[in-house]
């Protein structure tokens, strides 16, 4: 390699092009991702664990002769298992722990022949929208140090957008790959339900909601990515249809004239930023000018009641993951070991019944069968990614009184009392004014990317999110890959990359 700045002139699919044509080794791709982290994550915190040893040794050795063959790789902190390596989901009560074997989706990963540089940040148990572990401290935006990375893979994408590594990995329940990918001008495609493996350790997230993938700066690793790693592991509670072809043939592919609704209007919060109606409208524009057919139109149905019914479900699968993480590290989880918000959702979990969830999920399942007959008419919606610009660090999180009360009924596990005094309604609204539209699409199980298309006048990117059908990334990839071709973004590189 030459200049630091080839590095970051390369994707994955060009690193690895070198790397097979001789022209890089995988150990100076290595040493070159090493050498930005070094200089660049003490400003940016995104990543928290370090395998530099284990990297260069794998760098020097023999590689699996897979498609990204050499290619550094970091993974966030959730969900995804590396053998060896600890394993805290942004929790203090899981410090120390360490992962015995590798999640098949990291397995595959290293098939692909990626090398893992390490882990990156995450909120606690990816609760969040935003990055701001009381245990790592909060990861920062490489477009605007005093701003929002977004969340749950904000380490994830603040390591690509700062280029450290050209991808990472990250999970989706809520819009956790979308949201980062918006806040720091990224390409996050979040598949469909059931498209990636889960094992061997866990049958489904979130009830399906959580799907994981990547962020990146090119279309095309994310495609050719997704070829490596989708299809069920053994055990599967059910997979995505198989695709037609491989997803990196659809880049190539015109998606032809599309019939492409779009909208503004907030399904879970009220209100949206002018810059992220500006961002649309531009996106609007842009597809117009391609050839498609563009109206304004919207899937209806119950926000304020798919609200409660998304945190309900949350809240029960967090209580469920607390008590894990017991059984595994054989000890009793304290308030003390989490976050005032993460223990009081927990407590809200164990108050809840087993037919207060059933009701929720139902709910949820009904508004998946209220949307799916809207893309029956449109081939593709498109919404702004999140209802703001990336927000000051900080400024998404509980005010003081609001810890120091939530930190109280805690120490009195009033898991009722929390549930009586509506802090469930609240932590929803809080929540979903900052993202209107992506938790709906965790529910539904439909493929969405958030693609950066905008930056408004303060250069804060703005992403607009793409939503199509039950099984058809491949038309998102077309649609993508047009859009990226029409106005390039890879060369668009945060201040913080170069300066």
């Known amino acids: 390699m030459g200049a630091m700045t080839d590095y970051l002139d390369h994707d994955a699919t060009a690193l690895a092009a070198l790397v097979r044509t001789g022209q890089a080794s995988p150990l100076e791709l290595v040493d070159a991702a090493l050498s930005r982290i070094d200089r660049l994550n003490p400003q940016v915190n995104a990543v928290i664990q370090r395998m530099d040893e284990s990297a260069r040794l794998a760098a020097r050795g023999p590689l699996p002769d897979g498609p990204f063959r050499g290619v550094p790789l970091l993974f966030k902190d959730l969900i995804s298992t590396v053998a060896g390596a600890p394993f805290h989901c942004g929790s203090r009560f899981l410090r120390g722990y360490i992962a015995p074997h590798d999640s098949e989706l990291v397995a595959r990963y290293r098939r692909a022949g990626f090398i893992p540089l390490g882990k990156t940040n995450t909120p606690e148990f990816g609760l969040t929208p935003f990055t701001e572990p009381a245990l790592y401290g909060p990861t920062r935006n490489p477009w605007d140090l005093t701003r929002t990375a977004g969340g749950s893979s ?47 350790d866990i049958g489904e997230i979130w009830h399906g909601a959580v799907v994981e993938h990547v962020l990146t700066r090119s279309v095309r690793d994310s495609a050719a ?85 998304f945190i309900t479900m949350l809240c029960a699968e967090l209580r469920g993951d607390i008590e894990d993480a017991e059984a595994a590290l ?32 139902r709910h949820l399942q009904r508004a998946t ?9 449109y081939d593709v919606l498109v919404t702004p990614t999140l209802a703001l610009p990336p927000v000051p660090t ?40 900052f993202i209107p539209w992506t938790p709906v699409i965790n529910a539904t199980g439909q493929p ?52």
């Open 394 to 433: 900080g400024s998404l999180q509980p005010t003081a009184a609001e810890q120091a009360i939530l930190r109280f009924l805690g120490t009195l596990r009033a898991g009722r009392l929390l549930k009586l005094v509506g802090i469930l309604e609240q932590t929803a609204g809080e929540v979903f004014e």
């Open 154 to 200: 904000g380490g994830s994408a603040a390591a690509v957008a700062s280029g450290m590594v050209p991808v990472a990995t990250g999970g989706d329940g809520g819009g956790s790959i979308r949201v980062p990918a918006s806040c720091c001008g990224l390409f996050g495609m979040k598949p469909t339900k059931g498209r990636v493996p889960t094992g061997p």
């Open 448 to 499: 969405a990317m958030s693609v950066p298309l905008y930056w408004n006048g303060d250069g804060l990117p703005i992403g607009s999110h793409f939503i199509g059908r039950f099984g058809d990334e491949a038309l998102l990839y077309g649609l993508a890959s047009q859009l990226e071709q029409a106005r390039p973004w890879f060369l668009r590189l945060a201040p913080l990359c170069t300066g």
């Open 330 to 361: 054989r000890r009793v989880a304290r308030p003390g070991d989490f976050e005032p918000a993460t223990w009081a959702l927990s407590l809200l979990g164990r108050a809840i019944s087993g037919a207060d969830l059933s009701r929720a999920l």
């Open 369 to 377: 069968r209220q949307i799916a007959p809207f893309f029956e008419q």
């Open 225 to 309: 990515i997704l070829d490596a790693t989708h299809g069920p592991d053994l055990g599967a509670p059910y997979f995505a249809p198989a695709p037609v072809r491989p997803f990196l043939e659809e880049i190539a592919r015109e998606p032809g004239r599309l019939r492409i609704a779009f909208t503004d209007r907030p399904w879970l919060g009220k209100q949206v930023h002018p810059d992220c109606r500006a961002a649309l409208q531009d996106t609007v524009r842009l597809l117009e000018s391609l050839g498609h057919i563009v109206e304004e139109a919207t899937p209806v149905f119950d926000g304020e009641a798919f609200s409660r019914a």
